[in-house]
Every structure is written in C-alpha cells, then in structure tokens.
C-alpha cells in the first residue's frame, strides 16, 4: 500500500455546465462567435501533485485509452513549465518537475469541462507549488493554448463568456441544484461544430436580459437527432423539470430549486444510468480554497 495517499493533498477540478449556448456566426479563421453562462459546480475530480527537482512530468494515474503525453494535464504541467522557463522566472539550476494523482469522477466526453477543468487545476497549483507567481489572467491567456474552456476554470467564476468562450465577465446566477445525466456516448465537438445543419445566426443578447427560460442550446436539436441516447435521457428529465444538453454534449441536466427535489428525480432514473448532483457555486472550490481573489 501506498503510505503516501493519506498525506496527499487533493486539489479540487470542479464540473462546468453551459446553462445555454447561443452561436452567433463565425470569425475568418473558421471559429464559431458564440455565447454562453459557465456555471461552476461543486463537484468534479481531486487532483495531487508531488513536485521534485527532476524536470519531469509524470501522471502517475493514467486514464485508459488516453496516451500519456496526450492527457490535458499532462500538456497543461509542460507547458507551464516551458512558459516558467522562458521567463527566466526561475533559476536554471532549479528544474521544475511533478508526479500527478488524479481522481476520476466525471465522465470523458460530456460537455461538462473535465478535461479542461484538469488542465486548468494544474496550471493554478502548479503556478502555487512552483512559486511562479504568474497573475491569474496571464494564466488564463496560457491556458487558453490548451483549449477555449480553459480560462473559465483558470479565473475560477461562474461567468458570461463571449468570442469562443474566453471573454469573460463574472455573472451571478440564481442558486440552483442540478442533476446531471451522462447518456453513456461520447459527442465529437468538432463534429458538432462542423455540421452543416448547426445553426449559426442566434441574435446576441445582453448579460443582462438572461434568463434560463428565455434561451437554448443551438447544439441540442442536431446532437439529438445524430445520438439517440442524448435525445432520450433529455425527454426523460424534461417530464420533471426545466432541462436542456450542456454544451455540444453528452451531458444533459435539470435544474431544481433544492437538492432533495433533485435527489428524488434521481431515484426515479433508469437502472444503470450514470448521473450526479452537483449545486452552482459562484466560485471556484479550487480558488476558495487557495483564497485565491477574483482577477
């Protein structure tokens, strides 16, 4: 057994869910212009780093049928290290390395921000750890390289995004809890953004005129007729409360008022079906925990 599990300290990689996503053209380089309300979740996987004087990197709990060198986190603690360099940010006798544990609880693939979540936790602990003291926008700026959903988890507020995601406002929302249901298929986001069908010439709206009720997911109607699945579990959360796909999906979720109206429904859900719940949080579980302020 491992005696260094219990002394290990576990770094939270929180959930995000899309309460909407409105696409509303395209810019020259082919990417969609785009907007939606990320909301930050109290739940999602625990990351743990032992740091060293190696230089390497190191995942030290791989995720079947992902290469190693592949794996977001991976990518995430290299490029950091690169940018550390760079920088002259540390002394070049001093090379920077890390052995990372990661605790697997949300599903790959749901629209939910795990992967991207996961780099975002390691670039912000990282920059901890190391003792880089890169200012938390210009981590977001870095973490924008990996991917568009990975500066809402770097600046750590549940926000209004625009551009492809990274121009961030932080917005209050109402306090929610949601049960989320992973439908046990795996949407390709390129696949959706690439489909001639996707609607793209959704009018803009101003943060301020949000309301769950009065927006959608341009994604949902094409993901559902291309995967069944996605189209059943979200008829079946619809019959108990206002719900809609996160993102290009998988994941679909219903919002409720209190955790027990949710729990119930949960209950009710076919055997074997893959769901949890999760309440909005305004802030980062990883940032309250670091006291890490607002940027």
Not at 35 to 54: K, M, Y
Not at 127 to 146: D, M, V, Y
Not at 177 to 199: G, N, R
Request: hydrophobic fraction near 40%; charged fraction near 15%.
């Amino acid at each position: 057994m491992d005696s260094q599990v219990t002394t290990r300290l576990w770094w939270p990689s929180p959930a995000k869910l899309n309460l909407f996503l409105h696409i509303n053209g395209r810019y020259a380089n082919g990417y969609h212009q785009l907007q939606s309300v990320f909301q930050l979740l109290d739940f999602g996987d625990e990351l743990a780093f032992e740091i060293n004087n190696t230089g390497r990197i190191e995942l030290c709990t791989p995720i079947a049928g992902v290469e190693h060198d592949d794996n977001l986190i991976v990518k995430a603690a290299l490029l950091l290290q690169k940018y550390i360099n760079s920088k002259n940010i540390k002394p070049e006798t001093h090379s920077l390395g890390c052995n990372i544990f990661l605790k697997k609880r949300l599903p790959m693939g749901g629209g939910i921000g795990g992967g991207s979540s996961n780099a975002a936790t390691t670039l912000v602990v990282l920059n901890k750890l190391w003792q880089s003291n890169i200012a938390l926008k210009e981590l977001a700026k870095l973490g924008l390289e990996l991917g568009a959903d990975v500066p809402i988890f770097v600046e750590g507020n549940t926000a209004f995004a625009e551009g492809v995601g990274e121009k961030l406002q932080a917005f209050d929302v109402a306090s929610a809890t949601y049960l989320v249901v992973f439908p046990d298929c795996h949407v390709s986001t390129q696949m959706v953004f690439t489909h001639p069908d996707l609607p793209r010439n959704t009018p803009k709206i101003s943060a301020d005129d949000y309301q769950f009720a009065n927006t959608h997911n341009d994604c949902q109607e094409l993901v559902c007729e291309l995967y069944p699945n996605v189209a059943k579990s979200l008829h079946w959360l619809l019959e108990y409360a206002p719900s809609r796909m996160t993102g290009t999906g998988s994941c679909v979720f219903a919002v409720f008022n209190h955790f027990e109206q949710a729990l119930q429904i949960q209950k009710l859900l076919p055997e074997g079906s893959i769901s949890f719940i999760a309440t909005g949080v305004s802030r980062s579980p990883l940032h309250k925990l670091l006291d890490i302020q607002p940027a």
